[in-house]
């Protein structure tokens, strides 16, 4: 993916271009991860892809535990429930952000506490064969 985002351009379109043209997806989750409607989207459409093509996701939990996501329960679930509350006449999205938070929450993942961590260490460590 040379092409850069043009200034004006929606973020959306070309988000969503970009994802189905992924190998690799490294998502980070925290705390207020469940706080946004657009992460959430994002990781539903990346999840789909991960099934359809096959690509690599790699979750990353930062500062917060893995079952707090699958289950959503703590600062997780608290976010959570205030961003369904917004969205409570589309039971559908819901249940699709709930399924989805589970489903990457039991992939093979890293969970990196609450320190500062380089990324690029962190894969290091990281023993995966490559597919591609």
């Known amino acids: 993916m040379d092409?850069?985002?043009?200034?004006?351009?929606?973020?959306?379109?070309?988000?969503?271009?970009?994802?189905e043209e992924l190998k690799i997806s490294i998502i980070v989750l925290s705390k207020n991860y469940t706080s946004s409607r657009w992460c959430l989207d994002r990781l539903m459409r990346?999840?789909?892809?991960?099934?359809?093509?096959?690509?690599?996701?790699l979750p990353l939990f930062y500062d917060v535990n893995p079952s707090e996501v699958q289950h959503q329960t703590n600062r997780v679930g608290e976010a959570f429930?205030?961003?369904?509350?917004?969205?409570?006449?589309?039971e559908m999205?819901?249940?699709?952000?709930?399924?989805?938070?589970?489903?990457?929450?039991n992939l093979s993942r890293m969970y990196l506490?609450?320190?500062q961590a380089s990324l690029v260490v962190e894969m290091e460590k990281l023993q995966l064969r490559s597919r591609f």
Do not use: H, M, Q, Y
């Not at 892809?49 to 996701?57: A, F, G, M, S």
């Open 81 to 90: 429930i205030e961003l369904a509350k917004r969205f409570n006449d589309d």
């Open 93 to 105: 999205k819901v249940e699709g952000w709930k399924r989805a938070l589970k489903e990457v929450a």
């Open 3 to 19: 092409e850069k985002l043009r200034s004006g351009e929606e973020i959306s379109p070309a988000l969503v271009k970009a994802i």
């Open 46 to 57: 990346i999840l789909e892809c991960r099934k359809t093509r096959e690509i690599l996701v």
């Open 113 to 115: 506490g609450n320190r």
